[in-house]
């Protein structure tokens, strides 16, 4: 079962597992992850048929759409990284500190996430032919 958009999840670095509790911990990571892994592919691949379309020809209407798809994937990035609370630091004792610390890496893996998908579009628009 697929967590919904607007749950929370909480990933704790100092939870103890046994091995087995590992193996179904990343079986539930992978069958989550891959459904929405090959959505994210999808989108970069439309992101960069139009960023084609708007390169190839000057398609306004290509253009326009790249022009608010990418916002568009900033947002979705950001929802979807900011639910996530990450627990258990190294040496992070404080709830507050912890919080601050989790905010910024979300942000981090959101910027990384919005900034490869623009490359990735413009690198298959750049070498299609």
Not at 38 to 54: K, S
Request: proline share 2%.
């Amino acid at each position: 079962m697929q967590p919904s958009h607007e749950e929370i999840v909480e990933v704790n670095f100092r939870r103890r597992e046994t091995e087995g509790g590992w193996f179904r911990t990343l079986d539930r990571f992978g069958l989550a992850a891959a459904p929405v892994w090959f959505d994210w592919l999808e989108w970069v691949l439309v992101l960069g048929a139009f960023e084609y379309f708007a390169g190839k020809n000057g398609a306004w209407l290509a253009r326009l759409i790249s022009a608010i798809s990418i916002p568009i994937l900033w947002f979705y990035f950001n929802g979807f990284f900011f639910r996530i609370y990450f627990r258990g630091w190294f040496r992070i004792r404080s709830a507050n500190t912890e919080r601050i610390v989790s905010i910024f890496v979300s942000g981090i893996l959101a910027s990384g996430c919005w900034y490869a998908a623009q490359a990735i579009a413009k690198t298959i628009a750049a070498n299609t032919k």
